[in-house]
């Protein structure tokens, strides 16, 4: 939905074609089942949805394999580390105290399985308001004592902005939709010093 | 941490005390494991936690208990489903595009196991700025939308509001720290449309 991706995928000799779109191959369950029809998957089927997206799906060459986790540390996080080699975890987070406890568990398994931890993402991090004055509703500060406590790097703040909800929702992200705005700077800031630390 | 409970409940005679907050019994995993340690449980795991904590814990007689769940379809569903009796379901969601999915495939979970949908309530639904104007950061509607599509009602609109967080990161729910503000006013109408429903 967010990056504007819809269809079936093609699949030839065994192997599901990636959807493209903004020229980046995407896969995702989503592809794959009916919009109202809720994946009711235990851990085992979940460990094997992973397996098949790393190894039946024509992936060929790429420059840099993303997969966008949900919240936890269950199954999805488990069997991803020990089916595909990792290079690091970006980790996403709130400024909320709620929220940090959370964090720092999902960096908990990933440092338990030895992936290296590249660095933090505060997302949600302010409101601006017409007048320029920033609303920190989720508070100041989860970010970087998420980051401060993992020993790596606050890697950029992502505001809660309409527009940037409304490209989610339409499926073009910010980066091409206002690709010289704020919020497009700091999604570039944060992506080269992913690219920075993988190179550490 | 958002009901202000903390420390380690008491266990006699294989069974665990809950702790109280606020009048209310509480059991969580968080009670049981170090703040910053990551729950790395696989499925059957989290199936084993979900029967102990249902037969196991030394609940007596309760009004009503609730079962807070995270997002998704997977294995903690499931195993609650398969657990314990459910008088009913209340899907949360928040307005934007990408969250309808979510709930409506939360929800079919439910309606497969055979669990009655009370209703929804939307979370996030605006900001309510200092003159008095509201900002529909996640967009309109999203709730309704979900409700319709479950045949049930919106029981009610939660705004984002940074005294709704505080209270929530400092262990003071709104209905006790503003019991007389709409947004304690909201809770309770969705509380006692929970209990119209589950009377029907």
């Not at 896969?27 to 994946?39: N, Q, R, T």
């Not at 970006?90 to 590249?118: H, N, S």
Request: a negative charge.
């Amino acid at each position: 939905l967010m990056m504007g991706a819809n269809g079936r995928p093609q699949v030839s000799e065994n192997m599901i074609h990636p959807m493209i779109s903004h020229g980046v191959k995407i896969m995702s369950m989503g592809f794959l089942i009916d919009e109202d029809a809720p994946v009711i998957w235990r851990g085992p089927m979940v460990m094997k949805a992973i397996q098949q997206f790393a190894r039946n799906v024509d992936w060929g060459e790429l420059d840099y394999m993303f997969v966008d986790l949900p919240p936890g540390t269950g199954d999805a996080q488990i069997s991803l580390t020990q089916t595909l080699p990792l290079d690091g975890a970006l980790i996403v987070t709130t400024p909320q105290a709620a929220a940090y406890t959370v964090a720092r568990r999902g960096a908990g398994l990933f440092e338990k399985m030895e992936v290296d931890i590249l660095g933090v993402a505060e997302n949600m991090s302010y409101l601006e308001l017409a007048n320029g004055e920033k609303q920190y509703i989720f508070g100041q500060g989860g970010g970087q004592k998420v980051a401060d406590a993992l020993k790596c790097e606050l890697f950029g703040q992502i505001p809660l902005d309409s527009c940037l909800r409304e490209g989610g929702d339409r499926g073009i992200p910010q980066v091409i939709a206002d690709s010289k705005g704020n919020i497009a700077n700091t999604f570039r800031l944060i992506a080269s010093k992913i690219i920075e630390q993988m190179g550490n």
